[in-house]
């Protein structure tokens, strides 16, 4: 009689650089599970990157249902794989709800949810980083005995899978050689601009930055199209790429980059992860201890944003990234 096959939900909402980050403990859930069938619960703006991923066998993105009938299908949907074991990556209040929808009986559970089987019981857990926080949550789940969980010690995402699919660049003959280019991503979520850096500050940046011989890429939604004008304004050579990028691009764009420069948004950490070297800027909402992209990363920080200096940026930049006339 054949082996029956364990039947494993992995669950990971939102946002995108934490969408990123959990990719890192995706990876180690597979490789725990080789021949497991894994579905992952997400959302719809993760659905293409999720369905490329070598993680998954199969993408649910109805995990925020609202309506009680959207409750009820979800339940039904869930409780039709006959789950053998759940990985709450998301630990939140909405993935807790979901625990609780699958009693009676629910499958064994890793996460925060009361009552669940494979409780990450750490009461440090809410002061670790991401990674390690997730690493220590499937060590206690049982299948990372040997988890890095000191801190800066759990690896960063691998985007290689990625990396694999980027078309390979055909050099022309007698071609000029093209500039190095640095990566902006200036923008964010439209609800907290408390976590952007001053445009003016990108457009003085550019400026000095296309001058030391570097182009300029701008990243970001359609939505962020404007802030790519008015950078262009400094910059006229600057190439905006917003609203032209699904992320998987993004982090092709990443990994070919001379540097990433920008705010504390998910598109920095997919450039990161994908080996940009990068200078992420953090405002006071947010605590780079906890959710900071890993790599070559340098992270300036400043409780106003607008106190941090153009000059304080371009010299993290020079570090990361010497201008190309500098180079031997």
């Keep these: 009689m054949p ?3 364990d ?8 946002a995108l650089g934490d969408f990123v980050l959990a990719l890192a403990a995706m990876k180690k859930i597979r490789e725990a599970h080789p021949k497991a069938h894994i579905t992952l619960l997400t959302t719809p703006p993760f659905e293409t990157l999720a369905k490329g991923c070598p993680y998954f066998n199969a993408v649910d993105t109805g995990g925020r249902p609202e309506s009680f009938a959207e409750w009820m299908a979800l339940r039904k949907r869930l409780k039709a794989m006959n789950l053998t074991r759940v990985y709450d990556l998301q630990t939140s209040a909405q993935s807790n709800r979901i625990f609780q929808l699958l009693r009676p009986g629910p499958p064994a559970w890793s996460g925060i949810a009361f009552g669940c089987s494979l409780p990450h019981k750490n009461p440090l857990r809410n002061q670790m980083h991401t990674l390690e926080r997730q690493a220590d949550q499937l060590m206690y789940a049982g299948i990372w005995p040997d988890a890095p969980t000191e801190p800066g010690a759990a690896p960063p995402p691998d985007l290689s899978w990625i990396l694999k699919r980027a078309p390979a660049e055909r050099p022309v003959p007698g071609a000029v050689k093209p500039r190095p280019y640095v990566m902006f991503v200036p923008g964010g979520s439209a ?17 000095i930055l296309y ?23 400094q910059t006229p050579r600057a190439r905006d790429l917003t609203g032209r990028t699904d992320f998987e691009r993004i982090a092709i764009l990443g990994a070919k980059a001379a540097l990433a420069v920008g705010n504390d948004t998910g598109p920095l950490h997919l450039a990161a992860a994908a080996g940009a070297p990068t200078i992420v800027i953090f405002g006071k909402t947010s605590d780079p201890a906890l959710s900071a992209p890993r790599g070559r990363v340098a992270i300036l920080q400043a409780d106003n944003l607008a106190d941090l200096s153009v000059a304080q940026v371009a010299q993290a930049a020079n570090s990361l990234a010497p201008a190309p006339s500098a180079r031997p």
Excluded: C, M, N
Excluded at 7 to 14: A, F, G, N
Excluded at 193 to 202: N, S, T
């Design 191 to 207: 609800h907290r601009l408390e976590k952007r850096w001053p445009l003016e500050k990108y457009s003085e940046l550019a400026r």
């Design 7 to 14: 039947r494993i939900l992995v669950i990971k909402l939102s």
């Design 211 to 233: 001058s030391r011989g570097f182009d300029i890429v701008i990243i970001g939604g359609p939505q962020e199209t404007a802030l790519a004008h008015a950078i262009q304004r």
């Design 3 to 5: 082996r029956q096959v």
